[in-house]
Nanobody, 125 residues
Framework: EVQLQASGGGLAQAGGSLRLSCAAS????????IGWFRQVPGKEREGVSY????????DYADSVKGRFTISSDNARNTVYLQMNSLKPEDTAVYYC??????????????????WGQGTLVTVSS
């Protein structure tokens, strides 16, 4: 059974940092692409970053470039999203997702096959 468990959300002040974790199981982690997405109530979900586990290829949304860093611990089948210099507009529910059937380096959510449950990040001004 494929499982993605996102954690690490919480409350941070503007300028602060949080690290999200996505623990994966039930599929070949090394052949997947893991993405982070976020959604504000009433708005569409948007792609934040992705990481191709096999070679480390990654990309970021323009809104988070230079502030967020995606990484993985392949021994733990876990992907991290380090979020620095947080802004109030980063407030959202953050989801991790796995593209495992036909892994593509994309932040288009329709290509992702499995989703975690989401973790809430709130940034106060």
């Amino acid at each position: 059974e494929v499982q993605l468990q996102a954690s690490g959300g919480g409350l941070a002040q503007a300028g602060g940092s949080l690290r999200l974790s996505c623990a994966a199981s039930g599929f070949t982690f090394g052949k997947s692409v893991i993405g982070w997405f976020r959604q504000v109530p009433g708005k569409e979900r948007e792609g934040v970053s992705y990481l191709r586990i096999s070679d480390g290829r990654q990309d970021y949304a323009d809104s988070v470039k230079g502030r967020f860093t995606i990484s993985s611990d392949n021994a733990r089948n876990t992907v991290y999203l380090q979020m620095n210099s947080l802004k109030p507009e980063d407030t959202a529910v953050y989801y991790c997702a796995a593209d495992i059937l036909f892994p593509l380096t994309t932040m288009t959510e329709t290509f992702y096959d499995y989703w975690g449950q989401g973790t809430l990040v709130t940034v106060s001004s």
